[in-house]
């Protein structure tokens, strides 16, 4: 396993880690769940991702009791959670967003689901403009110095958001976000290489990132390359907007340029998971790649993408760039 700094802090993320968006709490059991972290534990990950909103706060309940069961220390592992969306259906105005009041709430109800003490990392799952960025800043602060949370972040903000919150933090000596949950894969660039681009820069922000869906949703496995299979998550309840967007037009040409991927995939020897995982590691500017998984199997594979980050020369990078024909005016990972 590689380790890489969380931005310009001093902690190290293992390369790979494990989330637990859409498998936990609606696919896997505990003792499911502890084998597919197990297996990525074993190879090294040191990171592992939730938030209060999967499953409304199951994912958390199951990674909690796996975690107890696992044995493992606790200063061997970093877990986070997120605040925005609420842990309950149809939550009230005060049970969700980032009022000083559920952003508290919403962390110890983290802390009790996940059965820890404290929190490695907490994101603020979107930007809330009914909230005054003081008030955000401040009470994220408040929270480190309790020792409720190590490092707090941000996911899926705009560099704007993320300046207007150093600023904040400068301007009344808080603590600054550490670190960014983006989307980011073959197929959504353009805010993590060209919009984020000055940011990962230590002078600017030293921005850190936990990057998801690494493999678009799965359609980078190649798995739909033929339709939709029967047990795919398309067919999960809540997961509607996925099979639209899969079966839109655009949905149909990138499956088309994924069947031309898995040709250079083939070429490699290796498997479509595999290379846009490495594709993702390729960029310096990433910490972490967050992976998810139903299977052990399916660990096992993706972990083996760090192994394949080194034939990803220039010139597979650039038949690779040719197949996409989606990057925007800076370079991959530019400063």
């Not at 005060?94 to 559920?102: A, V």
């Not at 960029?283 to 394949?308: C, M, R, Y």
Request: overall charge negative; glycine content about 8%; some cysteine.
């Amino acid at each position: 396993m590689e380790y890489r700094r969380l931005g310009k802090s001093g902690l190290r993320v293992s390369a790979l880690s494990f989330g637990a968006w859409v498998t936990f709490g609606t696919q896997l059991n505990v003792d499911e769940a502890l084998a597919i972290m197990t297996a990525a534990y074993d190879r090294g990950c040191n990171f592992f991702d939730n938030a209060e909103v999967y499953a409304q706060g199951q994912a958390e309940t199951i990674m909690g009791e796996a975690l107890k069961k696992s044995g493992w220390r606790r200063d061997s592992y970093t877990v986070s959670s997120k605040v925005f969306g609420g842990s309950i259906p149809k939550p009230s105005p005060i049970q969700r967003g980032l009022s000083r009041k559920h952003i508290y709430e919403a962390c110890y109800q983290a802390i009790e689901r996940l059965q820890c003490d404290y929190l490695d990392l907490y994101f603020c799952h979107r930007p809330d403009q009914k909230v005054p960025m003081e008030e955000i800043v401040r009470t994220m602060t408040e929270l480190i110095q309790r020792g409720d949370v190590l490092y707090w972040g941000t996911s899926e903000w705009s560099a704007q958001e993320l300046m207007e919150a150093h600023s904040v933090a400068r301007q009344y000596g808080l603590i600054p976000p550490t670190m960014e949950q983006p989307e980011y894969n073959m197929f959504h660039r353009y805010r993590f290489e060209n919009e984020y681009a000055r940011l990962y820069n230590p002078d600017i922000l030293g921005l850190g990132t936990t990057i998801w869906s690494p493999l678009a949703s799965g359609l980078l496995t190649g798995k739909y390359n033929d339709g939709i299979p029967e047990d795919s998550r398309m067919n999960l309840p809540g997961y509607e907007w996925l099979r639209d967007m899969l079966t839109s037009e655009e949905g149909q040409k990138r499956v088309a340029k994924v069947k031309e991927l898995a040709k250079v995939a083939e070429e490699l020897n290796t498997s479509m998971p595999k290379m846009a995982l490495a594709w993702c590691l390729k960029n310096p500017n990433v910490s972490t790649v967050i992976t998810g998984a139903s299977k052990v199997s399916q660990v096992e594979e993706n972990f083996e993408a760090l192994d394949l980050v080194p034939q990803l020369t220039d010139d597979v990078m650039e038949t690779i760039e040719g197949i996409l024909d989606n990057k925007q005016t800076r370079l991959h990972g530019a400063n």
